[in-house]
């Protein structure tokens, strides 16, 4: 699949950001190619397309299907497995910040409440850094609570909220910076 100057830029450029975020380049750009592409693709024909290894195409493919946001197309006639990305850019959001929150958000709050409850038993040595990781807890919960409650929400709801959120600024009080 020879991709235009546009598409090219798009896969290194989705590549680059997808180091940025924690995430291999590789599957970044492989996620970026088949989002862009009209067509589920096969693994030698990803790896052709980005000048990538076979092996580093199939590592990728099946970090994006842990993920949710690469599924498996079978094509008539091919015995080949095809695969095909999400295609609604809100969906893509919402699996990804559900995934990052369920891998990295989570486990810091079950450890924060851990460390808070074995600094509450401690007594006054640890005051200090208890108050520290109360604070952080206290951050944590509620943000969590409201992420939660944010992506539950139906897709059309969150496309509202963004065409009114400079105007929420005006309603709450807070005027314009």
């Known amino acids: ?5 546009v598409e090219q830029r798009f896969v290194l450029h989705w590549g680059e950001m997808g ?3 924690g995430i291999n380049r590789t599957v970044a750009q492989v996620h970026a190619l088949l989002y862009i592409s009209p067509r589920p693709l096969h693994a030698e024909e990803i790896a052709t397309t980005l000048s990538v290894a076979r092996s580093n195409v199939s590592t990728s493919l ?7 946001i690469v599924h498996v197309i079978h ?3 091919d015995r080949r497995d095809h695969f095909e990305s999400l295609k609604d850019v809100w969906e893509i959001f919402r699996i990804v910040a559900e995934q990052r929150k369920r891998r990295e958000i989570d486990p810091t709050l079950r450890i924060l409440q851990e460390c808070v409850g074995e600094l509450e038993k401690a ?3 640890a005051k ?3 108050e520290r990781l109360q604070e952080m807890l206290g951050f944590l919960t509620p943000t969590t609570g409201l992420f939660e409650e944010l992506i539950q929400l139906p897709t059309a709801t969150l496309k509202g909220i963004t065409r009114i959120r400079g ?3 005006s309603v709450i009080g807070m005027g314009k910076k």
């Open 123 to 125: 007594g006054t040595d």
């Open 1 to 5: 699949m020879p991709l235009t100057s």
């Open 128 to 130: 200090y850094t208890r």
């Open 62 to 68: 099946r970090e994006l299907q842990s993920w949710g």
């Open 19 to 21: 180091t940025r975020w």
């Open 167 to 169: 105007k929420l600024r």
């Open 75 to 77: 094509v008539l006639g």
